[in-house]
């Protein structure tokens, strides 16, 4: 199973982004699909989920700003960001948990997100 993750760019802030994370490979289901974070210097953050079955879930600092949605056909997780802050930089990695048979965690390469002034 691979995990590409696309969309990251450079963006003034106010401005939105889409990142794009697509599953390929011998799949029989996601269990959850994650964004995490990590700006310059910084530890990795988790920013947004979803687990099969459950609702969204969102850091409470950026609930509002970014949305997290999936397209269970595609296995795809979006992720949507808004109002972008200067803050908001960094490398954008998604994370999803894949029966393959057996559940494994598989990481994105990262999709970097560069906000200017």
């Known amino acids: 199973v691979q995990l590409q993750a696309s969309g990251g760019g450079l963006v003034q802030a106010g401005g939105s982004l889409r990142l794009s994370c697509a599953a390929s490979g011998r799949i029989i289901s996601i269990n959850s699909m994650d964004w995490y974070r990590q700006a310059p210097g910084k530890q990795r953050e988790w920013v947004a989920g979803?687990?099969?079955?459950?609702?969204?879930r969102y850091v409470d600092s950026l609930k509002g700003r970014f949305t997290i949605s999936r397209d269970n056909a595609k296995n795809t997780v979006y992720l949507e960001m808004s109002s972008l802050k200067l803050e908001d930089t960094g490398a954008y990695f998604c994370?999803?948990?894949?029966?393959?048979?057996?559940?494994?965690?598989?990481w994105g390469q990262g999709t970097q997100v560069t906000v200017s002034s």
């Open positions: 994370k999803m948990v894949v029966r393959s048979p057996p559940p494994y965690v598989f």
């Open positions: 979803w687990s099969s079955g459950g609702t969204p």
